[in-house]
């Protein structure tokens, strides 16, 4: 996420590197490069220039910047105009009634459907909620499936009436059965067009009135770029909608609708997707998001990710069969899988400080995890409940083959799990979940890694 406007960005500000104080001649080519860098990620040009125009203007006018360290106080500056840029704060949506109906509206391929079943998920593991989806798309033949299939897979129910091309009496029955059931959040996942055409509004605006939502969220795909801007600027002329949903952002977006559409529309993104996996969901806090941008990494997101996703009890478990020295290869790889649930190994380097940066200069593109799994799904069940077995030579040459890993790097492997299975018989049982989170960080150190 934002990988291609951070190296820009970061290119700007080595101009700086080494300087005592800015000047008008140094500032004036950092703020080139940082105009460079916006429109590069698809920032529009109006908004580009009064971007850096309102940087440099605070950058040259206090006396107290000869004190400080140029580079870091235009990072500090840049990072103030990105998160006034984004919106300041990040906005809740409103499901303070019982029940409350959620509208999501947006053109057709933007990613509706599925965000309605990541907004659910959401809603029912963080907000504890008891959400119903509804699927009133009438149009697109496959909708109704496709959003039973997603939804099934976590056990979210979804009213629908297969057949029915009557999206108010879909609506209406929904709302019934959401009362007789006791749902508390209802969520209207209607159709989309190629195009915003007088049909499209029409429909919308007849569901709007007559669902009276209390919150409605236009979905735009961000791999589009301005016309995602462009899309939402009209819609929102035509409806009154209180948020936007930036969707596909894990894709080879440039980023600059993101960070413009809110200033430009007049409206807060209220969540982001970034993966396909129904957890893939966060609420747009402009303030991280700049830190991401910028390189600062997103530690508060990460913490909640791990929080929400790494089991303590299990933990615990683990904990005592490392002090016993019966914690094998199975219990590594449960350990991982754990891990996996709390995103895309891209997506975490981009909340730890710096790390995108290290893996620039290393030119490091592999997944850790990746590795290790392969290493241990070549070993015999055996194998891999007696860790010791490994020490044959044979075994590890036959692993080595299954896998596709050097033998230099089997060895490296297994010497950090001998290790490190050591150093945490040491740990403090009541230390949880943090001693597999340290496990695994060893595990995956890029300074020797596998």
Do not use: W
């Not at 496709?146 to 297969?162: G, M, R, S, W, Y």
């Not at 209406?172 to 989309?192: F, M, P, Q």
């Not at 089991?311 to 490392?322: A, G, L, P, V």
Request: charged share 30%.
């Amino acid at each position: 996420m934002f990988e291609h406007l951070q190296k820009k960005l970061n290119k700007a500000f080595h101009i700086l590197k080494g300087n005592s104080r800015i000047t008008e001649t140094n500032i004036a080519e950092t703020m080139k490069e940082i105009r460079r860098a916006l429109i590069d990620a698809d920032v529009n040009y109006k908004i580009a220039k009064t971007f850096v125009q309102r940087v440099k203007e605070k950058s040259i006018g206090k006396k107290v910047l000869t004190y400080l360290n140029p580079r870091q106080l235009i990072i500090k500056l840049v990072y103030d105009e990105l998160v006034s840029l984004m919106g300041e704060k990040n906005r809740e949506i409103n499901i303070s009634n019982n029940p409350s109906i959620i509208l999501i509206c947006g053109l057709q391929g933007s990613g509706k459907t599925s965000f309605s079943s990541k907004l659910a998920y959401f809603l029912c593991r963080k907000k504890n909620k008891n959400p119903l989806l509804v699927a009133a798309d009438i149009y697109r033949p496959a909708a109704i499936d496709q959003l039973k299939i997603i939804a099934d897979k976590v056990h979210l129910p979804v009213f629908f009436l297969k057949g029915n091309k009557n999206v108010i009496e879909i609506i209406e029955k929904s709302l019934i059965y959401a009362s007789e059931k006791k749902y508390n959040v209802v969520i209207i996942d209607t159709a989309g067009r190629l195009a915003i055409d007088k049909k499209m509004m029409n429909e919308i605006q007849k569901i709007y009135q007559y669902s009276n939502p209390d919150e409605t969220l236009f979905v735009v795909d961000s791999m589009t770029g301005q016309d995602a801007i462009n899309t939402a600027q009209i819609f929102s002329h035509t409806l009154n909608f209180d948020g936007i949903v930036m969707t596909k952002l894990d894709g080879d977006s440039r980023g600059g609708a993101a960070i413009t559409m809110s200033s430009v529309i007049g409206k807060p993104i209220k969540f982001i997707s970034n993966g396909e996996k129904i957890e893939d969901i966060e609420i747009f806090y402009p303030e991280r998001i700049a830190n991401r941008i910028l390189g600062m990494g997103d530690i508060v997101s990460l913490v909640e990710k791990v929080q929400e996703q790494l089991n303590e009890e299990e933990t615990k478990k683990i904990y005592k069969k490392i002090s016993k020295n019966r914690f094998n290869f199975d219990d590594l790889l449960e350990q991982i899988q754990q891990v996996k649930k709390i995103g895309s190994m891209k997506n975490l380097m981009s909340m730890i400080p710096g790390m995108d940066r290290f893996f620039e200069h290393k030119n490091e593109k592999k997944d850790s995890f990746k590795e290790i799994e392969s290493i241990i799904l070549s070993m015999t069940p055996y194998e891999r409940n007696h860790p010791k077995m490994l020490d044959d030579v044979r075994r590890k040459k036959r692993i080595s083959k299954g896998s596709g890993i050097s033998l230099r790097e089997i060895d490296l492997f297994l010497k950090k799990f001998y290790s490190i299975s050591k150093m945490m018989k040491t740990i403090n049982a009541n230390s949880g979940s943090q001693i597999i989170k340290n496990f695994l960080s060893k595990m995956i150190n890029k300074e020797n890694r596998i």
